[in-house]
């Protein structure tokens, strides 16, 4: 489980056929938002905890609920596109809850520099990020270390067609300490997404992809190598500072031994969160 990290993945392609002749989502409202806004603050709950594929609470199965709550802080210190931000993931149901904090999994603390959207070429942008996943309170006796600690350095291409965004993100997922490098693999993930605004500051953001592992130790890791996800959230701004987004989620990856639907995973949350 080690050899997996977080993230969550989400989507409903119906909503993509019905609304595809929608006009696309100005992001105009949402970077004023932001531009006028130094810190936020947002709380997740989602029924399991779904990264690049893998459900990393999972007991049995993929498809397991045991539910995720996830607080983040965002600071902007210069403007809306460079940010620093803490996330927390914290497993708040399931039996495996304390197993899986002794093997490096629950409690993760997460530390993230991004810088968004630099211009490359006409409507290509580019957006670097760092992240750091730790895990505090794991034991050495399972965990093999007793902090165990990924670094995540992303690197995100987006280019803005006329009705879609293509994605590619090239990742470098490494765990620093030994006991725990063989988990260290490259990650390449092409996406697509759509968005979609509606009267009343409602936006609905439709994004697909694909994932594939180029594993370190090609050998020893043969689960979760391929991953298909797809996501829909609907951000509903309650007010100028404040917003609500339900989001819906599927995604599969292979797992050795498993038959197809012990593969796929499916999540429904939301988040509620204040721009400061």
Known sequence: MNSFRKSKVTISMVFFLILGPLNLHSETTEKENVEESSLNLDLEISSSYIFRGLNLFME?????????????????????????????GYQISGSNIRDNIKNGVGLEQDLVLKYDDISIWNNLTFSP?????????????????????????????????????????????????????????????????????????????????????????????????????????????????????????????NLEGKGISDEIAVLGGFHLGFDL
């Not at 994004?207 to 592992?213: D, H, N, T, V």
């Open 60 to 88: 049995d199965s993929n498809l397991d609920q045991n539910i995720l709550l996830a607080p983040s802080v965002t600071w902007y210190p210069f403007d809306e596109k460079f940010s620093i931000a803490y996330w927390g």
């Open 129 to 253: 990020s760092i992240n750091f996943y730790i895990y505090p309170f794991a034991d050495s006796n399972v965990a093999g270390t007793s902090v165990p600690t990924y670094f995540d350095p992303i690197f995100a291409f987006n280019y803005q067609t006329t009705f879609l965004k293509l994605g590619f993100n090239l990742t470098y997922y490494v765990g620093l300490e030994e006991a725990i490098r063989d988990s260290t693999y490259v990650y390449f993930n092409p996406t697509v997404s759509k968005e979609f605004t509606f009267e009343g500051d409602i936006t609905l953001e439709i994004l697909s992809g694909f994932g594939y592992k180029l594993y370190h130790k090609r050998s020893l890791m043969k689960d979760n190598v391929y991953d298909i996800f797809a996501s829909s959230v609907l951000e509903i701004r309650l007010s100028k500072k404040v917003y609500l987004k339900p989001h819906l989620d599927i995604a599969w990856t």
